[in-house]
């Protein structure tokens, strides 16, 4: 394949992606202002993955084992910081200790 190998470009309309992290797994996870999203195979077949609250700025920090923490503010209320992580095995979203900052 040569560097120029336009073939292998993939194109997804109608998203403002923030940043990418790839899980453990190898699978990429991706967020835009107000969504996580996942996706295995290709762009074609991402998925957003929900979460309890409606969330506003969100921001990656880390993982520990298969658990993705990010921080984030409750869309509507932006002096209220939580912290939620993504689990990859259950690909939810859930609070985690200490959610409140």
């Known amino acids: 394949m040569s560097a120029v190998d336009f073939s292998k470009i993939e194109e997804i309309k109608d998203h403002d992606f923030q940043n990418i992290e790839v899980t453990p797994k190898g699978n990429f996870l991706l967020h835009n202002y107000f969504e996580l999203f996942i996706f295995e195979n290709t762009l074609k077949d991402i998925k957003a993955v929900s979460g309890p609250l409606?969330?506003?700025?969100?921001?990656f920090?880390?993982?520990?084992?298969?658990?993705?923490?990010?921080?984030?503010n409750e869309l509507g209320n932006w002096n209220k910081q939580?912290?939620?992580?993504?689990?990859?095995?259950?690909?939810?979203?859930?609070?985690?200790?200490?959610?409140?900052i």
């Open 61 to 72: 920090l880390n993982w520990n084992n298969n658990c993705l923490k990010f921080r984030y």
């Open 82 to 100: 939580l912290i939620m992580e993504y689990n990859e095995d259950t690909k939810t979203v859930q609070y985690s200790l200490g959610t409140v």
């Open 54 to 59: 409606d969330m506003d700025d969100i921001q």
